[in-house]
């Protein structure tokens, strides 16, 4: 079982910045050779990627709502991914969450091996 843990949420102005992680712990075999990335979902919203990153660091996908805004990046030491934030808009209000599997197929369809509990984003005027 992989565990997925996020921190970093916070209230914040909009224009402002915050860096989120996501710790991945556990004993899957592999657990190295996962695509991790991060998700968000505002209220009333479906659930829509944000940015991926492959298990060596190479980014996969951002979106281009976040493009030019936010980066994804990697320890691989620890496992940890990082989705640093600037320029936050009130429509970047949402939870985040972490994910990670083997088949990136999955991500291209909002789905994952595992998931973490989410960290809140809220992004005032």
């Known amino acids: 079982q992989l565990k997925l843990m996020e921190s970093g949420g916070n209230s914040v102005q909009a224009g402002g910045s915050l860096i989120l992680s996501c710790a991945a712990s556990?004993?899957?075999?592999?657990?190295?050779?996962?695509?991790m990335g991060w998700f968000r979902q505002a209220l009333g919203k479906e659930r829509e990627g944000v940015a991926t990153?492959?298990?060596?660091?190479?980014?996969?996908s951002i979106a281009d709502a976040v493009k030019g805004r936010f980066t994804i990046s990697k320890d691989s030491a620890t496992n940890t991914i990082f989705l640093q934030m600037k320029s936050l808009k009130l429509e970047d209000t949402a939870t985040y969450y972490c994910?990670?599997?083997?088949?990136?197929?999955?991500?291209?369809?909002?789905?994952?091996?595992?998931w973490g509990q989410g960290t809140q984003v809220t992004v005032s005027a």
């Open positions: 994910a990670a599997t083997q088949d990136y197929l999955e991500f291209l369809h909002r789905k994952a091996d595992y």
């Open positions: 990153i492959e298990p060596h660091g190479r980014v996969t």
């Open positions: 556990g004993s899957v075999s592999g657990s190295g050779t996962f695509y």
